[in-house]
């Protein structure tokens, strides 16, 4: 069973070592390089701490940072269901094309258990999604994955 996990948790992390590399020429060609997509928004709404959440599809290239609901912080002195109401009034029914921009960070933790020191290498992956037609308001998705486990770093 360990050797199954050992073998599986290289895999992922060669994969994304690969993608993060690929990423990375990208940039180095054009930091400031945005793509662009075309979404459909399935589902809007205001939620517990005032953000906007919406649902869209059309971004299912970015796994899933692209399926799950994107934020959006409301201004401070603004209403949520105003802001809500003149985003969904700004947006057609259809596609809209939207700026996306994807960042890239890693981080590692050194940990001392008993004798031994422990380092794990944390990958952060942050999608920003831009409406064009209503900037004011910039959504995105973030996750954090481990990537490698280093027993005697």
């Given amino acids: 069973m360990k050797a199954i996990l050992f073998a599986l948790l290289m895999t992922l992390s060669s ?5 993060d590399t690929t990423t990375n020429e990208d940039r180095s060609r054009n930091p400031n390089r945005e793509d662009v997509h075309e979404v459909l928004i399935m589902k809007s709404k ?3 701490s005032r953000n906007i959440d919406i649902k869209v599809r059309g971004l299912e290239t970015f796994g899933r940072l692209g ?3 994107l934020t959006a912080n409301v201004p401070f ?3 949520c269901n ?4 003149g985003f969904n009034q700004t947006m057609s029914r259809g596609m809209n094309k939207v700026n996306t921009k994807l960042y890239l960070k890693e981080r590692r933790t050194r940990e001392m258990r008993g004798n031994r020191l422990i380092c794990r290498t944390y990958q952060s992956r942050t999608l920003v999604v831009i409406f064009p037609q209503y900037p004011e308001l910039e959504f995105l998705n973030s996750e954090e994955v ?3 486990i280093d027993r005697d770093c």
């Avoid at 994969?15 to 993608?19: S, T």
């Fill in 15 to 19: 994969l994304a070592f690969a993608q």
């Fill in 67 to 69: 399926t799950r609901e």
């Fill in 146 to 148: 481990l990537i490698a």
């Fill in 46 to 48: 205001c939620n517990f």
């Fill in 77 to 79: 002195f603004d209403s």
């Fill in 82 to 85: 105003d802001v809500l109401m």
